[in-house]
C-alpha cells in the first residue's frame, strides 16, 4: 500500500490529523492495534479549550459538540469548606471552555472516517515504523495471519505513551522528562445528575477531589488516592462516602448517588520527551507527553500538535516548502511546557501531600486566599485553564 501520510494509532489525535489532511485532499492511512470498540470504550478527559473546539469545527465533527456540548464559564476551587468561582469568562476577555467527552470526540471523529469512506486498520499486530530518517519511510504491520507494509511520505505517531513510534528512535536521539506523583485518581462515572453546574476542584484535608461532568444527567467524580489502592477495593459506597466527607455542606446536600458505570485508578505523572520530530517522523499528543489531568490540558495539547503538524504538512505538499515540518518540534514544545508548568503548579496546589507537614498546607491554604482574592491572581488561572492561543509566528 502507498499512501502520503501514515497515522499510527486511532485515538482523538490520529484520527482528527486524518480528518483535517483528508479536508486538504491528503491522503492518510490510520494503523491501530485495538478494537474500534476498545478505542471507544476508554474514558479520557472532557473539558476542551476554545483551540480544540475551533478545531473540531474546521474538521467538520462539531456540530454534535454544539448541541450536546456544555459551554462553562468558570469553576468552583473549593478549600477550608469553603468555595470560591473562578470567572474565566469575565477575566480572559470572554473566553470559555466546552464539557464534551473525549469518547464523543472519538466517535464524531470516527463516524466522520467511516462516512468519507477513509482507511482505518483496526487490531494491526505487531506493527512497526522503518526508514523514518530517509525520504521512503515504511510502516509494517500484521492482519489476518499475513505481514503488510505501507509506504508513505510522512509517519505521525499519535500512538500514545506506550506506543512503538517513541519507542523506535534511536537510544540518544530523545530526551525524557518525567515526574511521578505519589497518588492516583480515582474516577466514577455515573448516569446522575452533576452535583453542580460547573465543575468543583476540592483541597481538603483528606485529599483532592473533582466533581466534573459529561452532560446535565451524566456525572465523573475524582477522588485523590494513594497509588497502592486496588479499584476492587472501592464499593460504590465506600467512593460515595469518600466524596461526601471532601465536599462543603452545599455539596452533600447536592450530591445524587447512583450505580457506577466505569471506575479506574489512573496514576499522574508529567512526561515530555524532546524533540518531537525524528526526520521523517513526528510524535503527537500523549506519545510525546503527559499532563496530570488537573488542568484539564492532555486532550488540548494533543489536538494542537495535530494543528500544527496538519498545517505543517499541507504547507509541505501545497508549496513544497519545509517550514512548518522544521519548526513543528519547537512551537509544540513551547506551548507543551507552559501547560506542563500550569498542570504542575494546580495539582501541587490542589492535592494533599502529608510528606510535606502542617507548613506545606499552611503554605497550598495561603496560595490559594491569594488567589480567591487577588484578580490578577485568578485571571493567571483563568488565562492558563482556558488555554493560550496558537503561535504560528516566526
Known amino acids: 500500500m502507498r499512501t502520503q501520510v501514515a497515522i499510527i494509532g486511532a485515538g482523538p489525535s490520529g484520527l482528527l490529523l486524518g480528518q483535517l489532511l483528508h479536508k486538504a485532499g ?12 476498545y478505542v471507544l470504550g476508554r474514558i479520557r478527559a472532557g473539558v476542551l479549550e ?5 478545531l473540531l469545527d474546521e474538521a467538520g465533527v462539531g456540530q454534535r459538540m454544539h448541541q450536546e456540548g456544555l459551554v462553562h464559564g468558570g469553576f468552583d476551587m473549593l478549600f477550608k ?3 470560591h468561582r473562578i470567572d474565566m469568562n469575565g477575566l480572559t476577555g470572554g473566553k470559555n471552555v466546552m464539557v464534551y467527552g473525549q469518547t464523543e470526540v472519538t466517535r464524531d471523529l470516527m463516524d466522520a472516517r467511516q462516512a468519507a469512506g477513509l482507511p482505518t486498520i483496526y487490531e494491526a499486530g505487531n506493527v512497526a515504523v522503518h526508514d523514518f530518517d530517509t525520504k521512503k519511510p515504511r510502516v509494517t504491520y500484521e492482519k489476518n495471519g499475513q505481514t503488510h507494509e505501507i509506504e508513505c511520505d510522512f509517519i505521525a505517531g499519535c500512538d500514545g505513551f506506550h506506543g512503538v513510534c517513541r519507542a523506535s528512535v534511536p537510544q540518544g536521539a530523545v530526551t525524557e522528562y518525567e515526574k511521578v506523583y ?7 462515572l ?3 445528575p452533576p452535583v453542580h453546574h460547573e465543575l468543583i476542584y476540592v483541597n481538603s484535608t483528606r485529599g483532592f477531589a473533582l466533581c466534573s461532568q459529561r452532560s446535565a444527567t451524566r456525572s465523573r467524580y475524582y477522588l485523590q488516592v494513594p497509588l497502592t489502592d486496588k479499584v476492587e477495593a472501592w464499593s ?5 462516602n469518600e466524596l461526601r466527607l471532601r465536599l462543603d455542606a452545599s455539596g452533600r446536600d447536592k450530591l445524587v448517588t447512583g450505580p457506577s458505570i466505569e471506575k479506574s485508578i489512573a496514576p499522574l505523572r508529567s512526561f515530555v520527551a524532546e524533540p518531537m520530530r525524528f526526520g521523517r517522523m513526528f510524535l503527537a499528543g500523549d506519545a510525546a507527553h503527559i499532563v496530570p489531568p488537573t488542568g484539564a490540558k492532555g486532550l488540548n495539547l494533543a489536538a494542537t500538535d495535530v494543528k500544527y503538524l496538519s498545517s505543517a504538512l499541507i504547507e509541505f505538499y501545497a508549496g513544497k516548502t519545509e517550514a512548518g515540518i522544521d519548526t513543528y518540534s519547537e512551537r509544540c514544545l513551547k506551548r507543551i511546557w507552559r501547560a506542563e508548568r500550569f498542570s504542575w503548579w494546580f495539582t501541587s ?4 501531600f502529608p510528606e510535606n507537614g502542617p507548613i506545606g498546607q499552611k503554605l497550598q491554604d495561603a496560595e490559594l486566599d491569594y488567589i480567591v482574592h487577588s484578580e490578577t491572581g485568578a485571571r493567571s488561572v483563568a488565562e492558563n485553564y482556558v488555554g493560550l492561543p496558537l503561535d504560528f509566528g516566526n
Request: aromatic share 10%.
Open 190 to 192: 455515573s448516569d446522575t
Open 50 to 54: 476554545q483551540v480544540s473546539m475551533d
Open 81 to 83: 469548606g469553603e468555595r
Open 26 to 37: 491528503i491522503d492518510a492511512v490510520i494503523v491501530e492495534r485495538q478494537s474500534g470498540d
Open 182 to 188: 505519589p497518588f492516583g485518581w480515582l474516577g466514577v
Open 349 to 352: 496546589l490542589m492535592h494533599h
Open 236 to 240: 460504590d459506597d465506600a467512593f460515595w
